[in-house]
Nanobody, 118 residues
């Protein structure tokens, strides 16, 4: 049974930094794309960043140059380094692991709250 557990959320002032981590268990994930999504109150869940099994990354325009996604296949983890945080980055952040071929193998974490406020 695949399980994803996020950590690292919290309260930070504008301009500050946070690092989110997501650890997976219950399988091997070399053939998975990994990603971070977020959902703010009253809004739809949106893509923040993804990284393919070949380490190709993609970012939402709103976070380019501020956020960095990275994966560690040996540890089954994906991280999101968030710098220069803005109040509009406030949301619940979810990690996602998606198999690059088998669509049913699509897993989500429980979410971690990030609040950017002075």
């Amino acid at each position: 049974q695949v399980q994803l557990v996020e950590s690292g959320g919290g309260l930070v002032q504008p301009g500050g930094s946070l690092r989110l981590s997501c650890a997976a268990s219950g399988g091997t994930f070399n053939n998975y794309a990994m990603g971070w999504y977020r959902q703010a109150p009253g809004k739809q869940r949106e893509l923040v960043a993804t990284i393919t099994s070949g380490d190709r990354t993609d970012y939402a325009d709103s976070v380019k140059g501020r956020f960095t996604i990275a994966r560690d296949n040996a540890k089954n983890t994906v991280s999101l380094q968030m710098n220069s945080l803005k109040p509009e980055d406030t949301a619940v952040y979810y990690c996602n692991f998606r198999h690059r071929v088998v669509r049913e193998r699509n897993y989500w974490g429980q979410g971690t709250q990030v609040t950017v406020s002075s």
